[in-house]
């Protein structure tokens, strides 16, 4: 429809406006679009500018604005018959959330007439639903049924809201069109990939990418892949690989994913490489993300000091920022020092979220603070307008069990408006071996199993829990279990840091270069302790045998061998440290009057002088 006769104005005030809406001047775009309603100009056609104004609709949430413009499409007689329009409708109204709306307009285009363009708009709108819809899959299989072609906009709306299970066959539809060679979807692919845990299809997929299409986003794509499901070894080869061999250059994502890998495996002095790295470049060296990263870094590795410097240097601090700091106090056992950050997070005017509150009870935990703790615990909702959540529910219980207030801890279970989950169980379970209450274990691990029937570690403590009071039949009849659902136990391992490479240790293993001397350093430090340590003396007496090589062990060995006299030893292990581990690394660290810090799956151990940070309290 034209609102004027002649000249070329129009074409220019169509150009005008779309360009102020691509800019992102939307209130500006909507007075233009008014004025040429207003004041038409020769040859302006409605059709042409009613595209950008439902553009500057809902980037600024006008859904009246929508509506009316729904409106003069009509009585423009536009549609449904024009597919500028209507897929710029369809956009709008899934941009404003008004799905129903964009779905009662698609049904209204006669069948097999909507274009491309259309399907995709709405694909997009079932995809920026907060819960994916099977709506998305069906609009795609009508498209070809339909005969309608799909493009790589229509994959990159599909893929990300698509189930686990579609992904590979799409993966197919989309080789057979000959648009996984897009670098677009093929990304779109890696972070799919990812999102569902398929890390060797990823792999697969990167590996057969050519070198000139692989850009940053493919590098990160898989470098997240990799970070999100655990695999921090896979991180930090592929960050090698790309600094050696790729074109690109790390941006902030890139940083981020390999900082938090370095974090995992303690791998301390390849994230002080990055940290300077990123300190000569100006624009990453402001990135508050990247400085949070930082001080995750530095306290997952032992270095509280390093991050309590990078984190007053900091011209903005993120409530993630100073939740990582209560977080890296409470782990390292300084809980009077969270509670204090905790406070001057209060008066500077940033309010606590649930994370944040759980990095309070942990820390409490971990400091033996009950009374605080509980405090926090009944007053985060009024006081902070935080609702108790079932990982809340597991501290607290985690709290009364460390305190020896199983009673409690129980009530406390009993009395939750919300059923109790895994770990909430689990802490319980782990309280109870803390304080040998065998009676209450039984109860906590027959919930726990039914909850997580897989989970090797609570089969693992509750056998503990027998051993240690002398329950062998319980020992055997957990074993059993475990046989007959074909669980094994996770192996432990240690990682040690050093000069640049991170070195693992499992037990019992030699594969290390210098194993010979690391197990001749073991005995040596065994013989010099176990006469003044009770655990071994009692051991001895009972002919039973040391602990052996565990991997902490073989670890700290390393550790003495390769450092000089006075460098504190930095030891990360994946599952929590045994008893007897836990005594033998006391009584070393005075023997040879060296310090070691040790994170466990628990908390961070500070040995030194014959005694832990802990108080043998983990």
Not at 3 to 31: N, Q
Not at 57 to 75: C, D, N, R, V, Y
Not at 581 to 597: A, G, I, L, P, T
């Amino acid at each position: 429809m034209r609102v004027g006769v002649s000249s070329s104005g129009g074409h220019l005030s169509t150009i005008r406006l779309r360009d102020i809406a691509a800019a992102g001047r939307h209130h500006e775009a909507l007075g233009v679009f008014r004025h040429a309603l207003r004041h038409p100009e020769p040859f302006l056609c409605i059709s042409s500018i009613l595209p950008s104004a439902l553009l500057s609709a809902a980037a600024l949430s006008l859904s009246p604005a929508a509506a009316q413009l729904h409106s003069l499409a009509l009585k423009s007689g536009l549609l449904p018959s024009d597919p500028f329009v209507l897929t710029a409708l369809l956009s709008a109204y899934s941009r404003l959330r008004l799905l129903p709306l964009a779905c009662r307009l698609f049904d209204e285009v006669p069948s097999p007439a909507a274009p491309t363009s259309a399907f995709n708009a709405l694909i997009s709108g079932h995809a920026l639903a907060p819960v994916s819809s099977p709506a998305v899959l069906a609009l795609f299989r009508r498209m070809r049924r339909e005969a309608v072609p799909f493009n790589d906009v229509t994959l990159l709306a599909l893929l990300p809201a698509a189930p686990p299970a579609a992904i590979p066959p799409l993966h197919g539809v989309a080789f057979r069109a000959a648009l996984a060679s897009v670098s677009s979807v093929s990304n779109c692919l890696l972070s799919c990939y990812s999102r569902v845990g398929a890390v060797d299809f990823a792999r697969q997929l990167f590996d057969e990418m050519p070198d000139h299409r692989k850009d940053l986003v493919s590098w990160n794509a898989l470098i997240s892949c990799y970070a999100q499901n655990g695999l921090a070894h896979q991180v930090l080869d592929l960050f090698d690989t790309m600094e050696h061999s790729a074109s690109v250059e790390p941006d902030a994502v890139t940083l981020i994913g390999v900082l938090s890998s370095c974090a995992c495996l303690g791998a301390h002095s390849i994230g002080r490489k990055i940290e300077n790295y990123i300190s000569q470049k100006p624009t990453f060296d402001s990135n508050t993300y990247l400085k949070n990263a930082l001080i995750n870094l530095h306290v997952r590795c032992g270095d509280l000091a390093r991050a309590r410097k990078i984190f007053d240097e900091m011209p903005q601090r993120t409530i993630v920022s100073w939740t990582a700091m209560i977080s890296g106090y409470g782990m390292h056992g300084h809980g009077e020092e969270a509670l204090r950050f905790f406070d001057k997070m209060i008066e500077v005017g940033i309010r606590p979220d649930g994370i944040a509150m759980v990095s309070v009870l942990s820390a409490c935990s971990h400091g033996g603070m009950a009374d605080k703790g509980m405090w926090y615990f009944s007053s985060m909702k009024t006081a902070y307008g935080v609702v108790p959540s079932r990982e809340h529910y597991a501290c607290v219980v985690d709290l009364l069990g460390r305190a020896g207030q199983l009673k409690e801890a129980w009530k406390l279970i009993e009395s939750m408006p919300v059923e109790p989950d895994g770990p909430i169980w689990g802490a319980l379970l782990g309280a109870c071996k803390i304080h040998k209450n065998v009676e209450l274990a039984e109860l906590a691990f027959e919930h726990v199993i039914e909850l997580e029937p897989t989970n090797v570690g609570y089969y693992v403590l509750l056998s503990n829990i027998y051993s240690d009071v002398g329950r062998l039949d319980g020992v055997a009849r957990v074993r059993a279990i475990m046989r007959q659902r074909g669980l094994k136990k996770d192996p432990g391992c240690s990682y040690v840091d050093h000069k640049g490479k991170v070195h693992l240790f499992m037990a019992d293993d030699h594969s290390h270069p210098q194993a010979k001397n690391i197990y001749e350093m073991v005995l040596r430090l065994e013989a010099m302790v176990k006469n003044d340590s009770e655990i071994y003396e009692n051991k001895r007496k009972e002919n039973l045998p040391l602990t052996g090589f565990h991997s902490e062990k073989l670890a700290i060995a390393f550790g003495l061998l390769n450092t000089e006299a006075g460098v504190e030893i930095v030891v990360i292990k994946n599952l929590r440290v045994c008893e007897d581990c836990h005594q033998f690394m006391k009584m070393v660290s005075q023997v040879v009057n060296r310090k070691f810090v040790v994170r466990d799956a628990s908390r961070f151990h500070h040995f030194e002088g014959g005694a832990c940070s802990c108080k043998d309290y983990w």
